[in-house]
């Protein structure tokens, strides 16, 4: 694992969203709206090419 | 009460090691600690970014990733999802109290393995060469090519099947383009990742109909889901 190789976007995001341990709760907060999130992000990698 | 990014949940390690470590916005990685369970933190002064602002996004994105990954060079990592945000150190310690129960059993099952993505594509086959002379010939090189793209999915099934025999655990994620044909995670144990490595560069070899590639290794990112029903403890 080498920390500061450039990962593509999307290998990273199909792990960091909707993956990771999810808390509940009133004093936790999490982005905005993550479904509204991820379809920011799933954009962007669009627009910078799906495999990039 | 300053709000708190929270990257992941660990074991317990030296935070000296953590020493110089940036995060969110590039504020210093701290620890919080309850018990046995340790949270990796950083103070977050701008808020997270909206969903429409994708630079910021992926700024986030990877900060978060790089926390992690560091932190799971030291200790047994459980990453949260991204964006979760804790006000204040006693926020961080309640959620750490009350999951104690379900934080140490996700820990206990991610415990000495790495997280490894098998992604395998279908290779295009060339295209036949010249215009069909007939349209009896456009049918029958249109039913050998759809032949080959189902053959293509039966196989990449059976390779995502053949690698879970490999690792402890398994889970898919959506495809990326129509011609990714698995995309999937593994747990595997790090003293099998050389194995497990070398198994997908011989299934690679083996196969002319996919391309197959290997990610990571990760935390395990799509294996941290924790048990929400287990009780919890006091």
Known sequence: MTPDRQIALVDLLDRLLGEGAVITGDITLSIADVDLVQISLRALVASVGALG | MSPLYTYAVARPFDPARLAGLRGVDGAAVTV??????????????????EPDDLPALEALARAHDRVVAAVSQLTTVLPFRLGTVHLGRSGVVGVLRDRHAAFGAALDRVAGCVELGVKAYAVARP????APGSGREYLAQRRERQEAERRAVAVAGRVGADLLHLARDGHAHSAQASTNLLNASYLVDTASVDGFVARVAALDRALPELDLVVTGPWAPYSFAAIDEDMELSA
Do not use: E, M, W
């Open chain 2, 127 to 130: 295209a036949p060469v010249g």
């Open chain 2, 32 to 49: 919080v600690r309850a018990g046995d369970l340790l949270a990796i933190t950083s103070s977050l002064a701008s808020g997270t970014p």
